[in-house]
Nanobody, 121 residues
């Protein structure tokens, strides 16, 4: 499956952005679709994921309560609503998909191109 991410941009601290990730084909119910991010000089880190069929959600602790992941099965699209953005949230955000839950990059088989989020203080 190919993943196309969009929605990044420049926002002030405290602001909001919504990222979108469109899949090239129907997502199977057993799949997880989610997001990683990578800031300059840092390792790629897990942000959030959603199990397609059950809609069980997983979040990294630093974004829990501020970010919400959701999916639209009719559009094969996953969204990441990011509120109360902080300078530490600035990174390239990558859409991912796979069958096994994990917080490491190797857990996911499919990666989209990144979308850049910049947060000004």
């Amino acid at each position: 499956v190919q993943l196309q991410a969009s929605g990044g941009g420049l926002v002030q601290a405290g602001g909001s952005l919504r990222l979108s990730c469109v899949a090239s084909r129907r997502i199977y119910s057993s799949y997880l679709v989610g997001w990683f991010r990578q800031a300059p000089g840092k390792e790629r880190e897990f942000v959030a994921a959603i199990r397609w069929g059950t809609q069980i959600r997983y979040y990294e602790d630093s974004v829990r309560g501020r970010f919400t992941i959701s999916r639209d099965s009719a559009e094969n699209t996953v969204y990441l609503q990011m509120n109360s953005l902080e300078p530490d949230d600035a990174a390239v955000y990558y859409c991912v998909a796979g069958t096994l839950y994990g917080t490491t990059p190797k857990a996911y088989d499919y990666w989209g191109q990144g979308t850049l989020v910049t947060v000004s203080s």
